[in-house]
């Protein structure tokens, strides 16, 4: 049963209480392995479900336009201040809904229509806003954008930099959405302060080992940090933004009034509660843990033939070509999902084929690992992994390795649901 309860909820909508205990069950039957994905504690759960969700608070800490803000001035603050410990940086915007309008805040504040900037191409493992041609920021500035290697599969800073030189953008990107290495921020740093460029950090998906320790900083390299408080950070779904003292006027006006009205009060709440779990022991040890199968399970994977994008991981992702395996990465996707393991298909760098059919996959440990699984159980995950891309059509084997998915998760308990 979901943890809360849902006794007010069963009683007045009951269709909608048992799509919620029936997305519970889910999520506790299943490897889940999206990489973007986790679970939040259920003290995060209970404070994005209280009467905050009642209160509008535009404006910020002691400078609201409603009244009624004793409370809500300092959850905020409690969450700013959370954060700047936790990351040791000088300003920090909790208000942000989510990752993509936190990166929109960032060019608001620091870019004009029509101005130049770089970033990982999306086909290469960047995000839809650094710059993609679908989405407003490809529309609205002009992108030029750097790559990984083909042979390789990791960013080449020399790349990076002869574009930076050539190109002279107003702001560089580093981050990105699939990116199974480790990001050199003092490299970027280097490069952007070379050729005068602002330097964003998009640690959306790493966060969470950079706060426990088991990922490099972006602190004293970026101007600018966004990232969102979910995935491996364990958060509620939201986003924040942090940067340098000199930057904090230009991106506290560029979300509010800029691109939004007032913060959901509920969300900062599950955030300040997710930041100072992330300032616990506890927290470390799980971030190094998320690594140590990551790593585990990628070694075990190539055993089993699958090509993995650079040849392994250094954080929670792994990228995978699955051209090697005649399967593509959609069909592959949904055959695991039958068997219990949920990922996405996703493309490759140099992908022949098409975003909606590609020819990978993208996976990550950091919610196996919340659930209390190790790196013992990454060579078990692999083998079912590969018995289930390699019987894509069968649904009898399908359903019998969902079924001891199910058996293994019975010994490892999920915040937010009970059994």
Same mark, same amino acid.
């Given at each position: 049963?979901?943890?809360?309860?849902?006794?007010?909820?069963?009683?007045?909508?009951? =269709?909608?209480?048992?799509l919620v205990e029936g997305e519970a069950q889910r999520q506790h039957d299943k490897l889940r392995m999206i990489a973007s994905e986790n679970y939040v504690s259920t003290a995060v759960l209970e404070a994005c479900? $209280?009467?905050?969700?009642?209160?509008?608070? *535009?404006?910020?800490?002691?400078?609201?336009?409603?009244?009624? %803000? %004793?409370?809500?001035?300092?959850? *905020?603050t409690l969450a700013i201040e959370r954060a700047r410990a936790l990351f040791g940086t000088e300003h920090a915007?909790? %208000?942000t809904y989510s990752g993509s309008p936190a990166n929109l805040a960032v060019y608001l504040a620091f870019m004009d229509p029509g101005d130049k900037f770089l970033s990982l191409e999306l086909s290469q493992g960047g995000h839809l806003t650094h710059g993609s041609p679908v989405s407003a920021t490809g529309k609205w500035f002009r992108p030029v954008h750097y790559t990984v290697g083909r042979e390789s599969g990791r960013i080449d800073l020399d790349q990076v930099r002869d574009i930076a030189r050539n190109e002279r953008p107003k702001m560089i990107f580093c981050g990105g959405t699939a990116i199974p290495r480790t990001i050199d921020?003092?490299?970027?740093?280097?490069?952007? %302060?070379?050729?005068?460029?602002?330097l964003v950090a998009d640690i959306a998906h790493i966060a969470g080992l950079i706060a426990g320790g088991a990922h490099p900083s972006p602190v004293g390299y970026a101007d600018v940090i966004t990232t969102t408080t979910h995935k491996t950070l364990r958060g509620p779904r939201g986003a924040m933004i942090m940067a340098k003292a000199e930057h904090a006027a230009a991106i506290d006006k560029a979300v509010f009034p800029g691109l939004q009205g007032g913060p959901h009060n509920h969300t900062t709440a599950g955030i300040a509660v997710a930041l100072h779990e992330a300032a616990q022991p506890t927290f470390k040890a799980y971030a190094h843990q998320?690594?140590?199968?990551?790593?585990?399970?990628?070694?075990?994977? $190539?055993?089993?033939?699958?090509?993995?994008?650079?040849?392994? =991981?250094?954080?929670?992702?792994?990228?995978?070509?699955?051209?090697?395996?005649?399967? *593509?990465?959609?069909p592959a996707a949904k055959a695991l999902d039958a068997?219990?393991?949920?990922?996405?298909?996703? =493309?490759? !760098?140099?992908?022949?084929?098409?975003?909606?059919? !590609?020819?990978?996959?993208?996976?990550? =440990?950091?919610?196996? $690992?919340?659930?209390?699984?190790t790196e013992q159980h990454m060579p078990q995950v692999a083998a079912w992994m590969a018995e289930a891309v390699g019987a894509v059509a069968d649904t009898a084997t399908l359903d019998r390795i969902a079924g001891e998915v199910r058996d293994l998760l019975k010994g490892f308990p999920m915040p937010g649901y009970t059994g």
């Open positions: 049963m979901h943890e809360p309860g849902l006794r007010h909820l069963a009683a007045a909508d009951p =269709t909608l209480a048992a479900g $209280t009467v905050l969700n009642n209160k509008y608070s *535009e404006g910020y800490p002691g400078k609201r336009y409603y009244e009624g %803000q %004793q409370f809500c001035d300092q959850i *905020e915007n909790v %208000q921020f003092p490299a970027f740093a280097a490069i952007a %302060q070379e050729v005068g460029a602002i998320v690594i140590v199968n990551a790593k585990a399970l990628a070694a075990a994977l $190539t055993g089993h033939g699958f090509d993995l994008v650079s040849g392994g =991981t250094d954080n929670h992702l792994l990228l995978i070509d699955l051209t090697g395996k005649g399967v *593509e990465g959609k068997a219990g393991i949920e990922l996405n298909f996703n =493309t490759v !760098p140099y992908d022949p084929r098409k975003p909606w059919s !590609p020819s990978g996959i993208r996976l990550g =440990t950091a919610a196996l $690992t919340t659930r209390g699984l």
